[in-house]
């Protein structure tokens, strides 16, 4: 199986806050799920924690490679910018990351990655893995929290992605 590919100082164990949340899903291919989430406008359908999606220079809603654009999580104002951006092609896993910052003093600012793999796997599975790291005070903060926040709704993520490709890629994969 692939992994996520981490810019230096983003590496899990190493930073200030890391989940890691992973399923895999029959009847759904890395097409499917890519479709759902380069599509910022589905987000908030499927996950509570996204609102306020805005892009830089307008070139939203599509997620795209460089997009700039800034969204509402965790409370949190976040800027982002795409910094990985690897559509589905055969025998290759999809792979798209951001590097998202919110500005502040030595107390407020916070930096994270946040990477995301699907990848075909044999009998029409999918795999999906979200991961993201942190730093700043603001991430110590919420890795002390229990439960932790982030993990769980990085669960919430994950599992309304795949839902949402379920029912964009038709009634009979939804309804398995």
Not at 32 to 46: K, S
Request: avoid cysteine.
């Amino acid at each position: 199986m692939s992994d996520i590919i981490w810019p230096e100082g983003y590496l899990p164990g190493t930073t200030d806050n890391a989940v890691s949340n992973e399923i895999t899903v029959a009847n759904l291919s890395a097409a499917d799920v890519w479709a759902q989430l380069i599509d910022t406008r589905a987000w908030p359908r499927y996950y509570s924690n996204a609102s306020d999606i805005r892009f830089h220079d307008n070139s939203g809603p599509l997620l795209n490679a460089g997009a700039r654009f800034r969204f509402t999580t965790f409370g949190f104002a976040v800027e982002a910018e795409v910094t990985e951006f690897v559509p589905p092609q055969p025998g290759q896993p999809a792979r798209i990351a951001w590097h998202g910052w919110v500005e502040g003093n030595a107390d407020e600012r916070l930096d994270v990655h946040h990477a995301w793999l699907f990848e075909d796997l044999s009998g029409g599975r999918v795999r999906i893995l979200t991961q993201e790291t942190q730093n700043g005070k603001p991430a110590q903060e919420l890795a002390r929290t229990r439960p932790n926040p982030m993990l769980n709704a990085h669960q919430e993520w994950i599992d309304g992605l795949a839902a949402a490709a379920k029912l964009k890629s038709g009634p009979a994969q939804a309804a398995q």
